[in-house]
Structure formats: C-alpha cells, structure tokens
C-alpha cells in the first residue's frame, strides 16, 4: 500500500492520501508553500520499513539532511519535505483515535420528560372534565324541571350539586399549577438535553431520532449507543 504525503491547497495541513481517503495533519497553514500537494510517497516494506519515494522532479525531499529521490528508509530517520525543511512527523501515519461519547443515559432524560409531560396532560384533562360536571347537572335539573312541577325538589337537588361541584372545581383550578408545572419539565428537559461532550443542546425531537445519528452536530464526536 502506497501513501501519499503532501499539502493540503485549503488549510495547508499535512495531507495524508491512504486507501483513497484523505487525512489531514497538524494546525491549519503549518506546511510551507514549496511542499507540493503530492510531494512525496510511502510504502511499507517491512516492520518499520519504508521506501520512500520524491513524486515529483520540482520536490525536494530530505533523509537525514540528504536530498533523495528514492530510498528505504527507516522510522528513525530524520525526513523534510521542501528546501524550508519541513520535518514529517511519523505520527501523522497513526490513525487518529475516534473520541466516542455515550449517549445511553439520555433516553432515560427523554423517558422522565414523555412521562411527566403525559401526567401533566392527563391532569389538565381531568381538570376539564371537572369543570364539565356543573353544566351537565344544572341541564339535568333543568330537564327534570321541565317535565313534571312537582319534581322541582330533585331538580333544585341536581342545580345545589352542581354549584358545589362547581365551587369544588373553581377551588382545584385555583390550586392548579399545571402550567408551571409544564414548564419547569420543559425547561428541566432542556438543560439535561445536551451533548455529554461538548454540553451544547441537542435538536433532536426524540431519543429514537437521536440514535439514528452517529456524532454531535457541533463538536462532531461520535455516539456511542
């Protein structure tokens, strides 16, 4: 396999052409100008072996202070791209380690925040049907008033529940802090819902869409599920 070490045109990084795929090495405008995009290339040739070759006639490059065009050469030797000398680091073959995060404690985050908002709702829809009993009495009794005179008694029983049902709700309603519940679970949520790495909040509207990603958005490290 043979590797290709030049300058990236963009960045002016290291780049490093393995298997078709382009790595890049070192801070941003490190590689001087007169390191050629393909300036040289490696192959290996046996347990830290190399033959090392110059692509390119206008190249120069360097093994232990000496100009070659082609030669086998060892890790412990000193190698320079350009008549600035660039010094190739050998660590530029290693592959880069993948940093990884779990993202598996977050689903308990999404289930706590389903479960609560579902309770939440629940309770506001009891609260409706509450306030929906005092008007279903009153037009009974008032059915029931309708009907026959002498029945008024049980009508006026159903209009004397229905106020007091009426009262027992306006009471609960005015107990009921449902909304600020509902909000201190979403803004709770919010500040759990975040990217254990870099900390930023995640998009994402469910934990089953969050697993179908493989890395942050932002700071780009991969999930671990």
């Known amino acids: 396999m043979e590797i290709i070490i030049g300058r990236n045109p963009n960045t002016r990084q290291l780049a490093i052409i393995k298997d078709g795929k382009q790595l890049l090495y070192g801070a941003t405008n490190s590689v ?31 093994v232990n202070g000496i100009a070659v065009e082609s030669k086998t050469i060892s890790e412990n030797d000193k190698v320079e791209l350009g008549n600035s000398r660039y010094l190739f680091s050998w660590t530029a073959l ?49 059915v029931i008033a309708g009907i026959a005179s002498e029945i008024q008694g049980i009508a006026l029983t159903f209009s004397g529940v229905a106020f007091i049902i ?42 089953t869409i969050l697993e179908q990603n493989d890395a942050c958005p932002y700071c780009k490290t991969k999930f671990k599920k």
């Open 166 to 207: 009426f009262l027992y709700g306006w009471y609960k309603r005015s107990q009921d802090n449902s909304n600020i519940e509902f909000n201190a679970n979403q803004e709770d949520f919010e500040r759990k819902w975040i990217c254990p790495k870099c900390k930023r909040p995640l998009n994402f509207r469910s934990y």
């Open 32 to 62: 001087p100008m007169d390191v050629s995009r393909h300036h040289m290339s490696l192959k290996s040739v046996g347990t830290g072996k190399w033959l090392i070759k110059n692509l390119n006639e206008n190249n120069v490059t360097f």
């Open 94 to 142: 290693q592959e880069p380690k993948v940093e990884t995060v779990d993202i598996r404690p977050l689903k308990q985050v999404w289930e706590e925040y389903q479960q609560k908002n579902f309770s939440i709702k629940e309770h506001q829809k009891n609260m409706g049907l509450l306030a929906s009993i005092p008007l279903g009495f009153s037009m009974l009794g008032g």
